[in-house]
């Protein structure tokens, strides 16, 4: 099959409106330190079960998406919204330790499960020229949500003074997700007939060991696990910062900032595809080693609100292109592996995050530390992007050949 030439085809907004649902379920986890804390969970314990959901998915993901292919997507995206779905409902009951471990261990599956097939899914729909605006648009998807939860949760919790039955009455909104899929399931059955044998099948042992040597495939995904351990520190730990400094609602800061990542997305994805996407990126990974040392001082709401922008900037032309470079880096048939990959290191840093940072505050650590530290990690994350911009980063035609074969 040759490249998609379109982007916005039915199964492609299909695939959005899938991503939309599944991550309103996931969106409202923000708050789940502090909910630990309010069940009588010890501190020493909260970070782990906070990182336990991402560490899952981190323990999984290596072996799962060697087995996704186009012709599986669809339907391991469906058993995977129905376990989230059972997972979510389980919360209200899960009240000690042994029953939350079950239970952050299942819904990590689930969502591993998930998003590593839309992603299989997703490369294939996604014309190369346009990578950047593609995975910009599948973003916004993911962070409408984040926008949008955080602020509800804070305005119900008042009145169901539990957090664990918004987790459970959000998966509502999973269900026109699943009559989506099972629409979406029968229209990838009519792509395989399209698709060249390579791009429909499984990768071989060889194929992933010559994509590891890929020099540039290394570099960014040390870049995406950087960039992640400092993201998940900001969404698991900005509450607890300020209730510490008087920053006010927390959920402000993520309406704000996502906001002006949507913008940027829409507004400006096509221009992503056509600048230097490494020098891009590099500058930005510099603007936020700077605004990670500015948040660890900030104290007022007003500081903080216009922070939330310059987050929202860096974050939100960041992670598109970083995903685009990938994209542009790996042959046709590992798009879908390395594009997973990168999500192998999302999840590394949503599981590591928590759990250190957790072990720090424990041992007398201030919130600031943290963000001091997320700094000096995308100050390493500037010094491999500049090492990125030496390299050819373009996937070679003779690997795509061999793959072909």
């Known amino acids: 099959m040759a ?12 695939l959005c409106f899938v991503s939309f649902f599944a991550f309103c379920n996931m969106s409202v986890f923000y708050s789940f330190f502090s909910y630990l804390g309010r069940i009588g969970i010890p501190q020493e314990w909260r970070g782990f079960l906070l990182g336990l959901e991402p560490m899952t998915a981190f323990a999984l993901r290596l072996a799962i998406i060697p087995m996704l292919c186009l012709e599986n997507a669809a339907g391991a995206m469906l058993i995977a919204l129905l376990m989230a779905m059972a997972a979510l409902c389980s919360y209200p009951w899960a009240v000690t330790i042994p029953s939350l471990v079950v239970l952050r261990i299942f819904h990590g599956a689930a969502f591993v499960l998930l998003v590593s097939a839309s992603m299989a899914l997703a490369v294939h729909l996604i014309p190369r020229e346009r990578s950047a605006q593609g995975f910009g648009i599948l973003s916004i998807t993911a962070l409408v949500p984040y926008a ?11 009145y169901v003074k539990n957090e664990a039955r918004i987790y459970a009455g959000v998966t509502v909104l999973a269900v026109p997700g699943i009559i989506i899929l099972w629409v979406l399931r029968q229209r990838t059955r009519v792509l395989l007939g399209k698709v060249h044998a390579s ?8 194929e992933l060991r010559q994509n590891l040597q890929h020099p540039g495939v290394v570099l960014l995904l040390a870049v995406n696990l950087l960039l992640y351990l400092s993201y998940a520190t900001v969404f698991y730990f900005v509450k607890g910062y300020f209730k510490a400094v008087g920053g006010g609602d927390a ?7 996502t906001l002006v990542m949507i913008a940027l997305r829409v507004l400006g994805g096509p221009l992503l595809d056509k600048i230097g996407k490494v020098k891009t990126m590099t500058l930005f990974a510099l603007f936020l080693v700077l605004w990670f040392l500015a948040f660890g001082q900030a104290r007022t709401p007003l500081t903080f609100a216009l922070l939330a922008v310059g987050y929202g900037l860096g974050i939100g032309v960041f992670l598109p292109l970083l995903n685009a470079t990938m994209f542009v880096a790996s042959p046709v048939p590992l798009r879908g592996l390395n594009t997973n990959l990168c999500l192998f290191m999302m999840d590394a840093g ?14 007398g650590w201030a919130f600031p530390s943290l963000f001091y530290i997320c700094s000096g990690l995308l ?3 500037v010094c491999l992007l500049l090492a990125l911009g030496r390299q ?5 035609e003779e690997a795509l050949a061999r793959a072909k074969h």
């Open 3 to 14: 490249e998609p030439k379109k982007l916005f085809t039915f199964e492609f907004v299909c």
């Open 148 to 158: 949008v939860m955080p602020l509800v949760t804070e305005a119900l919790l008042p």
């Open 199 to 206: 791009l429909a099948r499984r990768p071989s042992l060889e």
């Open 251 to 257: 959920g402000y800061f993520f309406t704000i900032s």
């Open 350 to 363: 949503f599981f590591l995050s928590p759990y250190i940072c957790g072990l720090l505050l424990a041992a």
């Open 379 to 381: 100050a390493l994350a």
């Open 392 to 396: 050819k980063i373009d996937a070679p």
